[in-house]
């Protein structure tokens, strides 16, 4: 059974920095895509990162320059550091596992979720 179990969110001021990370079980998370989602109530789930089997990643133009997706096969984990953090980054963000080679930030690609961790950036 595979499970994604995030953490490392918070409250944070406008300029901070945090970083999130999901650990795996059940999956091996050097084996295909990866990937960070993120959603506020009553809006669409955002693909923010994706990483690729092969490290390659691919991030939303929101987030460029700002966050970084990185994967850790020996410790089984996947992190998100995020820097320059704006009040929009506010919202609950989503590990997921289980896509395809290259599934990119679509989240129909990935069969497996997380429960979430909250980020809340204040200005």
């Known amino acids: 059974q595979v499970q994604l179990v995030e953490s490392g969110g918070g409250s944070v001021q406008a300029g901070g920095s945090l970083t999130l990370s999901c650990a795996a079980s059940?999956?091996?998370?050097?084996?295909?895509?990866m990937a960070w989602f993120r959603q506020v109530p009553g809006n669409q789930r955002e693909g923010v990162a994706a990483i690729y089997k092969h490290g390659s990643c691919t991030y939303a133009d929101s987030v460029k320059g700002r966050f970084t997706i990185s994967k850790d096969n020996a410790k089984n984990t996947l992190s998100l550091q995020m820097n320059s953090l704006k009040p929009e980054d506010t919202a609950m963000y989503y590990c997921?596992?289980?896509?395809?080679?290259?599934?990119?930030?679509?989240?129909?690609?990935?069969?497996?979720w997380g429960q979430g961790t909250q980020v809340t950036v204040s200005s």
């Open positions: 059940g999956y091996a998370v050097g084996s295909d895509s």
């Open positions: 997921a596992a289980g896509g395809y080679l290259y599934s990119g930030l679509s989240g129909s690609r990935y069969n497996y």
